[in-house]
């Protein structure tokens, strides 16, 4: 995790934890001329520094904070995640080019559930499952 160079983003995560031959992140920012408001994560090749995929998981202000995000890899490195408030909000595969997210509009919004696409996110838990079955 960190703080954007860019004053204007009001939240900021890195992955550390990619594979050796990309990077994600995920920014919240107002929006400006290139980028509209919102909440968005981003994968970029190390080698060239390119962003080559981005999905937007929100376009409303939200009260997110650096600590409620997490970006998560699948075990093989194909699939990148993004869960917020404990929750899986979105999915890019690269190596199928399929994206996956559901609106997020506010902390209690449906996450995915999908067991296809969770697979390979071993670290990965859901908070409202994990809570449900604690009861």
């Given at each position: 995790m ?5 004053d ?35 994968i ?13 998981i ?78």
């Amino acid at each position: 995790m960190g703080k954007s160079p860019d004053d204007r983003v009001r939240v900021y995560v890195a992955n550390v934890s990619a594979p050796k031959e990309y990077e994600a992140f995920f920014e919240d920012t107002p929006g400006d001329k290139e980028t509209p408001p919102g909440g968005y994560l981003y994968i970029k090749k190390r080698e060239s520094d390119e962003i080559i995929r981005h999905l937007e998981i929100y376009a409303l202000p939200l009260d997110v904070e650096d600590e409620d995000v997490e970006i998560l890899w699948s075990s093989d490195g194909k699939k990148c995640g993004i869960s917020i408030w404990g929750r899986m909000r979105g999915i890019i595969n690269l190596a199928t080019g399929i994206e996956m997210s559901l609106p997020l509009l506010r902390r209690d919004s449906p996450a995915i559930t999908d067991p296809e696409w969770l697979e390979g996110f071993d670290e990965y838990l859901d908070q409202i499952q994990f809570i449900r079955i604690r009861q």
